[in-house]
């Protein structure tokens, strides 16, 4: 049988974000997953690692704060998490890698952010593992 502060665990856990070490940490500040859950936005943002201090804007599709190229796709993401800023009228440049760089990768990915260094590029990345 599921008790109440397993449902708030599940759901505490299940939010993007809030990966084993900040639900730990969370927990561990507020005694259980229910008082995280229910904590004022004042209170998340004064603990370290969480809320504005993180440096973590989100961005909601349906509030249409999506940069304009990604606004564009059908199958935008709802929610877009951004670190750092985003200036759009630099050229955005992404890479998809993979995640265990070879050799040859490695020397192609220096060299390229040689030729990028002193660019006007916006460089953009998914946070994934590997070469990304």
């Known amino acids: 049988m599921l008790h109440e502060e397993h449902l708030y665990s599940i759901a505490l856990r299940?939010?993007?974000?809030i990966g084993d070490v900040?639900?730990?940490?969370?927990?561990?500040i507020t005694g259980s997953a229910?008082?995280?859950?229910?904590?004022?936005?004042?209170?998340?943002?004064?603990?370290?690692?969480?809320g504005s201090k993180s440096n973590?804007?989100?961005?909601?599709?349906?509030l249409k704060e999506l940069p304009k190229l990604l606004s564009n796709c059908d199958d935008a993401p709802a929610i877009l998490y951004q670190k750092g800023s985003l200036d759009e009228s630099l050229t955005p440049i992404s890479i998809v890698g993979t995640r265990n760089m070879t050799s040859y990768g490695k020397h192609f990915i220096e060299e390229f952010l040689e030729?990028?260094?002193?660019k006007k590029v916006l460089i953009v990345s998914g946070l994934a593992l590997g070469t990304d």
């Open 14 to 17: 299940a939010t993007p974000l």
């Open 22 to 28: 900040n639900f730990m940490r969370l927990v561990e």
């Open 34 to 50: 229910k008082e995280t859950w229910h904590l004022s936005k004042k209170l998340l943002k004064e603990i370290p690692g969480i």
């Open 56 to 62: 973590i804007k989100i961005n909601l599709r349906h």
């Open 115 to 118: 030729i990028l260094k002193n």
